[in-house]
Structures are given as C-alpha cells and as structure tokens.
C-alpha cells in the first residue's frame, strides 16, 4: 500500500493494462487514494482476476475490455466510460525480445503498435473525454529505461518508448495551455510476475547492478505516478522520471 497522502476523492482515472503487474498497483493505488478509475485491459483472465481482487472498491472502479492497439476498440470505451477523466495513465505494453538479427517484421509490428501507436489511439481518443472542469488534467505514459539507453535485444521495445518520451514533450507543449501536463515514467527493473519465474541468481544479477542493490517494486512505479498525477505536482510537464534506483546514473 501507498504511504503517499495524495487525495484524489472525486477524480477519475484510466488505467490501460490496469488488470496486472504495475498496472494493476497503479489501479489500486488511485482506489485507496479514494479515486474512481476505469481499467482498460486485453487480458479477460486478468479483468477477471481483477474484479475480484477489487470487489471491495466495486462501486469506484470499472472494467473494460480494450484493444489498445484498434482505433475502434478505444472509441467504444470511451463511449463507455462511467466518469469522465481526470487522470490518464498509458501502462499496457508487451515485449518481443530478439536480437536485431532474428527480430521479424510481426515483432516489430506488435511492439510499435501497442507500445507506441497504443498510445496514440488511446490519448486520442479520450482526449475529448477529459473532465472540462478539471483544473488538474494529467496524462502519465508509462515508459522504460530501454527507451532512453537501448538494450540488447529489444530494438523494437527501445525505438516505441523512446517514441513515448517524444510523444510526451510534445503533448507536454501542446496540451499545456489546455490544462494538462503530461509526463513519462521510466521503470527500471520492476519485479512483477514475469519476474518470479526467473532463476534467483538471475535475479541477484539484476539486483547488483542496481545501485539501491534491489529490483523496483511495482509500488515504486504506483508512487510515482499517484505524485505526477496530484495536484502538487502541476508545475512539472514534459518530464521523464527515472524510477529506477540509480540503474542508469
Ligand atoms: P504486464 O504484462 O504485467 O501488464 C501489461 C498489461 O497490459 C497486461 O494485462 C496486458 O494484457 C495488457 N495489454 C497488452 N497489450 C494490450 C493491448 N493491446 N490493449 C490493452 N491492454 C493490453 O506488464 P508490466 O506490468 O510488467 O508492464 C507495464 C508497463 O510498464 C509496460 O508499458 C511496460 O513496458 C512497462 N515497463 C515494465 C518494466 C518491468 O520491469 N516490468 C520495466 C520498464 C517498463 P495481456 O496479458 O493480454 O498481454
């Protein structure tokens, strides 16, 4: 659970791939800030999962099935949002790791299109949803450390965040006079689900490059974003926040 004292009674928030992993600590966290929020996720089972993991907050949170990567998909969950939006935050995304050599035009496509034309598709069209009224409008893209240094293997997660940080300066310019800031998050290693599975001497790897000496918390990442989206944080937009212990110093 959050220590933070971030209030966001009467707000909204979207959380796409809010059903698991950091997405999901980032759902909960709005939740016991006493927010509203709308998950969109691909994922059935972890809608699922979901559902009835948060049944005690069930009359703030709403779940939707989305496809971030079909235009179609986003407009119909905006026609079926319970709240209009306050806060944003772009979170699903998906890897295909291969070296550049072995990598396939399919990896390179499924990659750009969720973790980078995703984004598109989703602030576009819940861009006319916002809550007109909010003085506090937020948009929060989930990134990656990949997406400022490279990394072996992952030239098509690198190339769609890197894009994400782009795309947040720019609206960050944009939308500014509008009443919005939008910001990126950059997650070093995050343990999640994915990562459990793996041996832990890979994981005392990880670790040891980390300057903190441990893998993030997906509440590190939740942390992170339940600030840039309070109120006590409108004076920064266009930024990228490394949540990384020091991975990249
Ligand atoms: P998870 O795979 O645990 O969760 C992502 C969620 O997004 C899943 O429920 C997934 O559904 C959903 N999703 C995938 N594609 C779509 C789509 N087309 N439309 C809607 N929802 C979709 O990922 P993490 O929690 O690990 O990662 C969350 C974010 O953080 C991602 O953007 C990731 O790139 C970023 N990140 C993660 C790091 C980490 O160490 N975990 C490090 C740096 C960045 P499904 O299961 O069906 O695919």
Redesign the pocket.
């Known amino acids: 659970m959050s220590n933070l004292q971030f209030s966001f009674k009467n707000k909204s928030a979207v959380v ?2 809010g ?5 999901f600590q980032i759902t909960l966290s709005f939740l016991q800030a006493g927010g509203n929020v709308t998950v ?4 059935e089972a ?1 809608l699922e999962s979901a559902k009835k993991e948060l049944a005690s907050f069930k009359d703030q949170v709403q779940f939707t099935q ?4 079909q235009k179609d998909s986003c407009e119909k969950a905006v026609q079926a949002l319970a709240w209009p939006c306050d806060v944003l935050v772009n ?4 890897t295909r790791d291969k070296s550049f050599g072995k990598m396939t035009f399919e990896d390179w496509n499924d990659v750009i299109n ?2 980078l034309t ?1 984004l598109f598709n989703v602030t576009k069209t819940l861009s006319e949803k916002f809550n007109t009224a909010s003085a506090h409008k937020r948009i929060i893209n ?1 990134s ?1 450390v990949v997406g400022l240094y490279g990394n072996f293997g992952q030239t098509n997660y690198a190339a769609a965040k890197a894009g994400v940080i782009g795309m947040t300066k720019t609206l960050g310019k944009e939308l500014g006079r509008k009443g919005f800031t939008v910001n990126a998050i950059a ?4 343990a ?3 990562t459990q599975a793996m041996p832990k001497e890979t994981l005392d790897a990880m670790a040891a490059k980390v300057p903190v000496a441990r893998l993030g918390s997906t509440s590190d990442i939740a942390n992170a974003v339940m600030f840039l989206a309070s109120e006590q944080a409108s004076y920064i937009n266009g930024a990228v926040l490394s949540v990384d212990g020091g991975l990249v110093i």
Do not use: R
């Open positions: 796409t791939g059903a698991q992993g950091i997405g969109w996720d691909y994922s972890a989305v496809d971030v990567t979170n699903a995304g998906i969720t973790n995703g989930i990656s997650p070093g290693f995050i999640t689900a994915m």
